[in-house]
Each structure stands twice: as structure tokens, then as C-alpha cells.
């Protein structure tokens, strides 16, 4: 028969337990993880005044997106403009120095930002990683508490995608795939298209690339989220229009659109850049699209870097779920941010129900604005019966507009030097380089660097020091 101290024990270790799992739940079902509360204050802290806006997302709703720099520099595409400078494929892909690498830097973004944000997974080519390597990296982001995105030129068989996805004992190894394939007519060297004469010539390419996805969908039950990325410049501007009306139904959740800039290599550079305006690309998106686009609902970062616009394709017509021209949906953007702030959606329905409660607990309003707001989306959408004969298909549009080196390179040396400049063009650079959406991890030197700062003033001699590390 126990004793009365092992009873006691016993029950002691229970209490213990049942604490333990009571604290584990209280911190999953919070709104939003303390270390990532904290590190949105910081950066909200940090950015310049004058992008502190009600509908400035960066501090508020995510930290800012991030990317992988010195991993796997080289590319088997000559893309004109080529924002990589030669010694770039003078590098070896090597899969352990991949992972060994995305490792650390997204062990210090996460000591940094908190987890749950989106990372991209991105250097030279992808797949030029092997399969295993490439899902290897993929995994480390994930235990870092990234969301990770590869970023590729689309150009790969969907036996790579499969054997990226599904482990050699046959397991998957992720529930969900993230890609951004990246198409435009600029680039050369595409298997079946090497030197594409308009932007027409990649559409059979742009669906291949998709229905890779699918099809990995339907064997294996691994979902995905796919991005489509283009490079503007004055010779495909005009086409813009026509890529966002033709590929509307492809199965690309988000098309980004970055005006070319002067980074890079400069013997690959082959027109006037700054003739491409960001406005120019936003009306031409505007005019695939057939819709008004309002980007000034919500702000990432600074707007002479960013613009995007969220809604959804209901049959023929993209409706934007919240409309700048609405005060009532501006009201519930602010509900939304105060309400949610950077809480992640991404989570098991029992988890996300129960953060949800608790946001809508701790802030009433939130669920007024919410239910307030889906009779005006059905309306816009035509309603119940255009929505119930047309389910609604989520796209975003984005224009990101890098800058060029020679102007980063004088603004980031005196940021790092902690001085902001008199000269209002260098101030300009600086205060955007300060909202920066799209940061790159330096553990060694304790930096977050944005990604204009990395490929037009850090990348050169990043590259030079990896080709004697890893010749090819
Ligand atoms: S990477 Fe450059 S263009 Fe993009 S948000 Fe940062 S500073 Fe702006």
C-alpha cells in the first residue's frame, strides 16, 4: 500500500502536469505570441513618422517580410536586368552550406521578429538545390517559426516538385507548399522558350508551373499557395495588362510586379529604368484587371516602395475586400488591426477558433465591424447569387519598387553610422530604407538589412568571399 508521500507526490507531479499543459494552452490560443507583440512594437517604434499612418500594416500587423541572402547565389537563367553580379555564379550551390546557412539566419530572425512571419527562401535558383536539400532548408525556416516561400524561375519538372514534397520513405514532409515562380520576357535560358519575344510566349509555362501544384495536390494532398513575380521594364510595360487578364485563372494567389532598377550586373542592363513608374505599372494592372485597385487601404512600409491591393476575383470582377472610398471599411481596417493586430490565422480551426474568442473577448467592436462589413463584400460582389454561383477567388496585386544601388549605397553607409542625411534625394533613400518591408538577417554584425541595402551594396562582396568558400 503507498504511503501518504507518494500519494502526495503523485498528486504534486499531476498538479505539475496539468499546469504545464494549462500554460501551454494559454500561450497557443493568445491573439498573438508575446515575442512577436514585442517585436512590432519595436519596429513600429522604429519607422520614420511620416509612414506611421492609420493604414500602415509593418508594426502593427507584421514585422516585414524576409529573405535568405548568401545561400545559394548562382542561377542557370541570364536575365536582363540581373540584379546578381558575376561572381554570383562563380558560386557553388551546395546544399549543406544552404541549410547550414538559412539555419542561422532564421534562428536570428526569429530571436529578432518573433515567429509566424513570411520568409523567402531566396538566392540564385532554387532548384538549383537538390530536392532534399531544398525541402531540408524548407524545414529549418518552419522550426524557426518562418512561413517559407521559395522563390524560383519556375523551370523545373514536377518529379522535382514531388520528390521536394514526399520524403524517400514516402511520407510527406510538408502539409502545404509555398512558391513564388518569377515570369517575364527578360529572362533567358527557359527550356522550351529560351529567348521569349513577349510575355504571351511564357503563358504555357506560367500553367505548367501551376499545374505542377495541382497536381501534387491531387497525389499527395499537399496544398500550396503560388505567387507570380514579373520584372517590368519599358520593353513589357505595355504587356502588364495583358499578363494580369490571361493568367487570371491560373491558380496564382498573388502577382508582384517590380519595376527594374540598377543593381546588379550592369552589362545586363539594357533600357531606361526610370522611365517605369511605379504609377505606370499600378494602371496597367488596374487596366487587366478591369477594376479601380485601392493600395492606400493597407500601407507596407513606404508607398515609393510598396503598393498592394487585396480582394478577390468573383466570376468576371475583382472586388477589393476593404475600399479606400468607404468610411466604413476604413473603420473596420482600424478594428481589424486593434482587434487582431499580428495574430496568425494559419493555425488548427480549435486553436484559431479559440484565438479569435479571445481577440473578439478582449475587443468587442472588432465583431460589430466585422459583421457590419460582409453585407457591403456581398453587395460589392453582386450579391448572394452572384457569390453563390461564383465562389470568391482571393488575389492580391503588389508593385515593388527596388531602389537603385548607386543611390542606396551613400544612404545605407550613413544609416550605419546612425547619421540621416541633409540632401533631401539621400533623406528620401534613408527614410525608405527605415520602413523597409523586406529584410535580410546578419547575425554576425546583429543587422537586419534591407533587401535594397543587400543586393546593392552587401551582395558583391558577400559573393566574392563564397566563390573561395564554395568554387565551383
Ligand atoms: S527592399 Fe528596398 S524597395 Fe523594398 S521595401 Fe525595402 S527599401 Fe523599399
Redesign the pocket.
Known amino acids: 500500500m503507498p504511503g501518504g508521500d507518494g500519494i502526495a507526490g503523485r498528486a504534486g507531479a499531476s498538479w505539475l502536469r496539468a499546469r504545464r499543459r494549462l500554460a501551454h494552452l494559454e500561450e497557443a490560443t493568445r491573439p498573438v505570441h508575446r515575442d512577436l507583440e514585442a517585436a512590432l512594437a519595436r519596429r513600429w517604434e522604429e519607422l520614420p513618422d511620416a509612414v506611421k499612418t492609420p493604414s500602415q500594416a509593418i508594426g502593427r500587423r507584421t514585422a516585414g517580410c524576409e529573405g535568405t541572402h548568401g545561400v545559394f547565389p548562382r542561377c542557370d537563367f541570364a536575365c536582363t536586368p540581373c540584379y546578381h553580379g558575376r561572381e554570383a555564379n562563380r558560386v557553388r550551390t551546395d546544399g549543406a552550406h544552404t541549410v547550414g546557412e538559412v539555419d542561422r539566419q532564421m534562428k536570428y530572425l526569429r530571436a529578432r521578429r518573433g515567429p509566424g512571419q513570411n520568409a523567402q527562401l531566396i538566392g540564385g535558383e532554387v532548384s538549383l538545390l537538390s530536392p532534399d536539400d531544398h525541402a531540408e532548408a524548407l524545414l529549418a525556416m518552419r522550426r524557426h517559426g518562418r512561413k517559407p516561400m521559395s522563390m524560383s524561375h519556375g523551370d523545373f519538372d514536377y518529379d522535382y516538385l514531388r520528390r521536394l514534397a514526399i520524403a524517400a520513405d514516402g511520407r510527406p514532409r510538408f502539409d502545404r507548399l509555398s512558391f513564388a515562380g518569377h515570369f517575364d520576357s527578360m529572362m533567358f535560358g527557359r527550356r522550351g522558350v529560351r529567348r521569349p519575344r513577349r510575355e504571351a510566349d511564357l503563358h504555357p509555362h506560367r500553367a505548367r508551373f501551376c499545374e505542377h501544384f495541382r497536381r501534387l495536390e491531387r497525389e499527395t494532398g499537399i496544398s500550396h499557395y503560388l505567387a507570380h513575380n514579373m520584372t517590368v521594364t519599358p520593353a513589357n510595360l505595355g504587356q502588364v495588362a495583358e499578363v494580369v487578364r490571361d493568367c487570371r485563372d491560373m491558380g496564382f494567389r498573388m502577382f508582384s510586379f517590380q519595376p527594374a532598377a540598377f543593381v546588379g550586373r550592369a552589362s545586363r542592363w539594357k533600357h531606361d529604368y526610370r522611365e517605369v513608374t511605379a504609377e505606370a505599372v499600378w494602371a496597367e494592372i488596374e487596366r487587366g484587371a478591369g477594376a479601380r485597385l485601392p493600395s492606400d487601404v493597407f500601407q ?3 508607398v ?3 503598393r498592394t491591393a487585396y480582394g478577390a476575383w468573383v466570376g468576371d470582377r475583382w472586388i477589393p475586400f476593404l475600399d479606400d472610398r468607404v468610411p466604413a471599411d476604413l473603420a473596420a481596417r482600424d478594428a481589424f488591426f486593434s482587434t487582431f493586430g499580428g495574430m496568425d490565422f494559419v493555425a488548427p480551426p480549435a486553436v484559431l477558433a479559440a484565438r479569435v474568442a479571445r481577440a473578439l473577448a478582449a475587443r468587442p467592436g472588432g465583431l460589430r465591424h466585422a459583421l457590419r462589413w460582409v453585407p457591403r463584400f456581398v453587395r460589392r460582389a453582386g450579391g448572394l447569387v452572384s457569390l453563390l454561383g461564383h465562389r470568391p477567388a482571393p488575389v492580391t496585386y503588389v508593385v ?4 537603385d544601388a548607386e543611390s ?1 549605397r551613400p544612404a545605407w553607409e550613413l544609416l550605419r553610422r546612425g547619421e540621416l542625411s541633409d540632401e533631401p534625394r539621400v533623406r528620401e533613400v534613408q527614410e ?2 527605415q ?5 535580410m538577417a546578419h547575425p554576425d554584425s546583429d543587422t537586419l538589412v ?4 543587400q543586393h546593392g551594396v552587401l551582395d558583391r562582396s558577400e559573393n566574392e568571399a563564397l566563390r573561395t568558400l564554395l568554387p565551383r
Open positions: 507596407i512600409g513606404d515609393r516602395c510598396n515593388h519598387s527596388f531602389m542606396v525608405r530604407l520602413a523597409c518591408a523586406y529584410a534591407p533587401a535594397c541595402a
